[in-house]
């Protein structure tokens, strides 16, 4: 496996291991939070009423199924057609830096400027994948 290919897809781990964490958090939240008498199982049938810092978490872990897919799919795309540079790699593993980042913003912060600033970022290191991926199949697609 090439080096690049590595890299990146240690950066798709490093994501998976964010979004693993993160429903670990929200999950143990919850059960201290029906332990404590906080909540009643019921209310997570539709999930009403959670305190602000489970609400949080379970909005957090939400928000790992929306950006990341498509840095996933990216991702994937590149490594499948063996078309992985070390631009990419630097741009996959800023993404998941600042997804860090963004975990840490939306479930312990409460400056939500800072948290769309730092989404912002992840947007635009996505975006900047994705055309470095059109770039590569318009060039493909020409010759």
């Not at 964490?21 to 201290?32: D, H, K, P, S, W």
Request: net charge positive.
């Amino acid at each position: 496996m090439p080096l690049n290919t590595a890299l990146i897809l240690l950066a798709v781990l490093a994501q998976m291991l964010l979004t693993f964490i993160a429903y670990i958090v929200m999950v143990r939240g919850r059960f201290a939070a029906v332990r404590g008498k906080e909540m009643r199982t019921s209310q997570y049938v539709l999930v009403e009423g959670e305190p602000p810092h489970l609400a949080r978490a379970t909005n957090n872990v939400r928000n790992q199924f929306e950006l990341p897919v498509l840095f996933y799919a990216l991702v994937l795309m590149l490594v499948a057609i063996n078309r992985v540079t070390m631009l990419d790699v630097i741009l996959a593993w800023i993404f998941v830096v600042l997804r860090v980042a963004h975990y840490f913003a939306h479930t312990k912060g409460q400056d939500v400027v800072a948290r769309m600033r730092i989404f912002g970022f992840c947007l635009l290191a996505v975006i900047a994948l994705a055309i470095h991926a059109l770039i590569i199949v318009l060039g493909e697609a020409v010759l």
